[in-house]
């Protein structure tokens, strides 16, 4: 039994540093700090968001360039073979025609013949000259239009790449995104028929057009990358609705506040259609007036009206 007694003395010791599951076991997030990771992810999705939308136009701003330079590509193509041809021709009629072989020449009855015959050659000479010039010319605008071409390509397949990277983080982010609103029974996949409200407020003008339109999409929802008709992301709204009022404003958030460089207006001087921006500028919505915001917020939510002191504005700009 005195064995015994150190090897169960020893099983004891080692029984008791073993790791109990229900210790070591991550504990549940409290409400308040699943809240508070879920608006960090907030600002992070928003600040990539409006990273993938920069990047998405540039590279259609690429597409678009590469699409144009092609064709201009093909339609001189086109012409160099036009002058290819003229050039075989006018070689054929100068020197295998009758009458303008250069020794036929010394063969002409009168000094008259032969002067109209030295002008005549004279004349083909001058127009293939020229025509050569306008074949040369062609030729280093087509090489300088491939080089062109070839820069704009590469950069349209770098930005292209650069975006798959960024849309990747994106949707991860949503992912953990949408499973914290859901945990917190606070995911609201929104109506993308939603009719909306109708505005009531005080703005007129242009604004009251713009207004109009945003409250027009209350209810629709949030979708990264989204310029409507059936969901949203918060620069994309931003977007469209001054476009209804016949203002264009670029894509992004952050693209929007350099625009209004020269049309920023203190916080304490909103009036109705200014662009009111949050989280370091990444985030952008619309003062509807009587301290009132309509914007998009984040995903699992919905186009909405929300407080002033709620929505927490860090910059304005008036169209």
């Not at 071409?149 to 990747?168: H, P, Q, S, V, W």
Request: charged share 25%.
């Amino acid at each position: 039994m005195r064995a015994r007694l150190p090897l169960i003395l020893g099983l004891a010791a080692a029984v008791a540093l073993l790791p109990h599951a229900s210790a070591q076991a991550d504990p549940q997030p409290t409400i308040a700090q699943a809240k508070a990771k879920l608006e960090k992810l907030n600002r992070q999705a928003d600040a990539l968001v409006d990273r993938y939308n920069a990047a998405n136009e540039k590279w259609k701003k690429a597409k678009r360039q590469y699409a144009e330079v092609n064709r201009d590509y093909n339609k001189r193509l086109i012409r160099v073979e036009q002058l290819k041809r003229q050039l075989v021709a006018m070689a054929v009629n100068t020197y295998q025609v009758g009458g303008f072989e250069p020794l036929s020449l010394a063969y002409t009855p009168t000094p008259d013949a032969m002067l109209s015959g030295l002008a005549t050659l004279d004349q083909i000479a001058r127009e293939r000259a020229i025509r050569l010039e306008e074949y040369q010319s062609a030729m280093a605008g087509l090489k300088q239009r491939r080089n062109e071409k070839k820069r704009l390509y590469e950069e349209a397949a770098k930005r292209r790449a650069e975006l798959a990277e960024e849309k990747k983080k994106v949707e991860r982010l949503i992912a953990e995104q949408t499973r914290l609103l859901r945990r917190l029974q606070a995911y609201n996949p929104g109506d993308p028929n939603s009719p909306g409200k109708v505005y009531t407020g005080p703005a007129s003008g242009n604004a009251r057009i713009a207004l109009q339109f945003a409250y027009r999409q209350i209810g629709k929802p949030y979708r990264y990358g989204g310029t409507g008709p059936n969901a949203w992301d918060c620069s994309g709204l931003v977007q469209a609705a001054w476009a209804a009022a016949g203002v264009r404003l670029p894509r992004t958030s952050y693209e929007q506040w350099a625009w209004g460089a020269n049309r920023r207006v203190p916080l304490d001087q909103l009036q109705p259609g200014d662009l009111v921006w949050k989280n370091g500028y990444s985030h952008v919505g619309l003062y509807a007036g009587n301290g009132k915001v309509v914007h998009a917020p984040r995903t699992g939510d919905v186009v909405k009206e929300v407080s002033l002191a709620e929505y927490r504005p860090t910059g304005a700009v008036r169209p």
